[in-house]
């Protein structure tokens, strides 16, 4: 066979390689981090059966930035599985307005799935997390320092159940509104 050969057969399953199996930057199970509330409460089931301590966390996570990440890595640390709860885009339009959010629940919800410290993320339509608290009963729920462990919502109903509260110290000068002040000049 000639060198021209072969050299055209590699070319063409090379090609036909990378066509067929691009590579990405993140596992391509990010998608599947992505959950329905009703999937997810099978899943936090399962994994509570097992031992699994289950952390959640909730909140709008607008312009990702690194008091997000803190938050995240340090709920991460306090179990095994954490659960985001994200408010869809029309649960934050009622919390801060109609400017808001910046990106749609699409976007945050992969941004927030590509996160390593990020196993389950969940959207939910209403103003606060509790229908989905209840639902999962995590057995921690974390806050970042902005709040008050008295102010979390949901805080409550996790005590019942045997669960803890806590509150992640906030970073001081990171978060979603300075940077869009930022962005805006003011």
């Given at each position: 066979m000639s060198r021209v050969f072969f050299q055209s057969f590699f070319r063409d399953v090379f090609f036909r390689i990378v066509e067929i199996e691009p590579a990405t930057c993140y596992p391509s199970n990010v998608s599947g981090k992505i959950r329905e509330l009703s999937e997810l409460k099978t899943i936090v089931t399962?994994?509570?059966a097992k031992g699994q301590k289950v952390?959640?966390?909730n909140g709008c996570f607008d312009l990702l930035?690194?008091?997000h990440v803190h938050l995240l890595r340090e709920a991460k640390k306090?179990?095994?599985l954490l659960v985001v709860a994200l408010n869809s885009d029309r649960s934050v339009k009622k919390?801060?307005?109609s400017?808001?959010?910046i990106l749609p629940e699409t976007e945050r919800a992969e941004l927030l799935a590509a996160l390593e410290a990020v196993d389950y993320v969940t959207?939910?339509?209403e103003p606060d997390p509790s229908k989905v608290i209840?639902?999962?009963k995590p057995d921690v729920l974390v806050k970042g320092g902005d709040w008050t462990k008295g102010q979390v919502i949901g805080g409550e109903l996790v005590e019942q159940n045997g669960g803890k509260v806590a509150v992640v110290p906030y970073l001081q000068g990171h978060s979603t509104t300075k940077i869009i002040e930022a962005i805006r000049g003011k």
């Open positions: 399962k994994a509570k952390v959640f966390t930035h690194l008091g306090m179990g095994d919390i801060k307005g400017n808001r959010p959207l939910f339509n209840e639902e999962l």
